[in-house]
Nanobody, 114 residues
Framework: QVQFVESGGGLVQPGGSLRLSCTASGSIFGIWIMGWYRQPPGKQRELVATISRGGSANYAASAKGRFTISRDNAKNTVNLQMNNLKPGDTARYFC????????WGRGTQVTVSS
């Protein structure tokens, strides 16, 4: 069984910043991809950013230039630094990892509003 600890969500004004963090633990070995997806209200889940074990990052177009993904392989942790947040970034953000299978966290809410 895989457990996730996700943190860093909250309410922020437009233009503000948040840092999301996710640590995976339990019966999980050899994590290859770690990343974040989000689900805006009333919409489908969508990619935000992923990062490989070797550090290669992939960003959605909406995230490029504003968000930075990083990971600590020793700690099975992935972080997402989000800057210049916009109301359109409001969503529930889900941690995602792949090893022998794909696993999802329960998510953390990010609300961007004045």
């Amino acid at each position: 069984q895989v457990q996730f600890v996700e943190s860093g969500g909250g309410l922020v004004q437009p233009g503000g910043s948040l840092r999301l963090s996710c640590t995976a633990s339990g019966s999980i070995f050899g994590i290859w991809i770690m990343g974040w997806y989000r689900q805006p209200p009333g919409k489908q889940r969508e990619l935000v950013a992923t990062i490989s074990r070797g550090g290669s990052a992939n960003y959605a177009a909406s995230a490029k230039g504003r968000f930075t993904i990083s990971r600590d392989n020793a700690k099975n942790t992935v972080n997402l630094q989000m800057n210049n947040l916009k109301p359109g970034d409001t969503a529930r953000y889900f941690c995602y990892v792949t090893s022998d299978a794909s696993y999802w966290g329960r998510g953390t809410q990010v609300t961007v509003s004045s």
